[in-house]
């Protein structure tokens, strides 16, 4: 062999180990270009085609590990921020509910402090008082227990449970009450039978219903409970004979802290419907109104009959 093939072939072998070197120094300076803009689009929040252009180079179980971290992180981000909003919201809510409550308290312990009031100027004040405190605490617990419901903090377990055993109990929560307005609650016939439900939780959603009957319906007039077997749902009715609502507040009634134009001025926080969806929701199951203003309502709750 000759000097000049000798040179021929090293030459060559030196363009060759060049222009490997410089695909490498290329490749490696591709994917960091990629890796960049992968990390610059984790900033702005948005990293899909980053990650799957990523995941087409022989790196794609790396980069496939630092997509997930990052996914993770913005989901955690995302979370705290969502978690900070529903407190801030709770917060709002609890002071421009129990303004007027404590404001009447504090006005109440300036007047009791007069001292030509009699006793039974202060025996009334004192009753109103702690009215007031009662009706704190009671929102308090229920927007608490309404917010927890909705973030899914309480996990209460349905089964399928006799039914009448819980509408009795929701009767006897509001007997008083209706008693006082001399309302007859009349629960028509049935054969008990079991439904899927929580009975704790479902009472509590069918006492709302009828405190709500009690309190807007006419003094001497009758909420009528009734049962009917559908195919997939048993639906428990609640009718009243009270001021009716307007179908165009159907949805509406059903928010938090909504109150009717009709019922404004009458004592209420509008937790009680938004509390019995939340809670039939969690059973699967579902809350319907029919009413005409000045005919009275009827509130349909629609349970499992399986679960």
Not at 125 to 146: D, P, S, V, Y
Not at 190 to 210: G, M
């Amino acid at each position: 062999m000759t000097p000049e093939f000798w040179n021929l072939v090293l030459g060559i072998g030196i363009a060759v180990c060049l222009g490997a070197l410089a695909a490498v120094v290329l490749y490696f300076f591709r994917q960091w270009n990629k890796l960049e803009r992968l990390l610059e689009e984790s900033e702005k929040g948005s990293y899909g085609e980053g990650c799957r252009e990523l995941q087409d180079t022989r790196e794609s179980k790396l980069f496939g590990q630092l997509c997930r971290i990052l996914n993770t992180a913005q989901y955690k981000e995302t979370q705290a921020v969502d978690e900070k909003n529903q407190v801030m919201e709770l917060i709002s809510d609890l002071s421009h509910q129990l303004k007027t409550p404590l404001a009447n308290i504090v006005m109440n312990m300036e007047l009791l402090k007069d001292s030509t009031m009699d006793e039974t100027q202060k025996k009334d004040f004192l009753e109103h008082t702690a009215g007031q405190a009662a009706k704190m605490q009671w929102l308090m617990e229920n927007l608490l227990k309404a917010s927890r419901l909705e973030n899914g903090m309480i996990d209460f377990q349905a089964d399928n449970t006799p039914v009448k055993g819980t509408i009795a109990k929701a009767v006897s929560a509001v007997y008083a009450q209706a008693a006082g307005k001399q309302i007859q609650i009349r629960v028509e016939e049935f054969q008990d039978f079991p439904l899927y439900h929580n009975p704790k939780w479902t009472a509590e959603a069918l006492t709302n219903l009828l405190e709500n009957a009690v309190k807007y319906s006419p003094r001497g007039s009758c909420v009528r409970i009734g049962i009917s077997r559908l195919d997939i749902y048993t639906r428990i009715f609640v009718a009243d004979e009270g001021i009716g609502i307007p179908e165009k507040e159907y949805n509406q009634i059903f928010q938090r802290f909504y109150r009717g134009r009709a019922v404004e001025q009458e004592e209420g926080s509008g937790l009680g419907l938004y509390l019995a969806q939340l809670i039939l929701q969690c059973e699967k199951g579902y809350i319907t109104v029919a009413s005409r203003p000045g005919k009275g309502s009827t509130f349909s709750v629609f349970l499992l009959n399986q679960g």
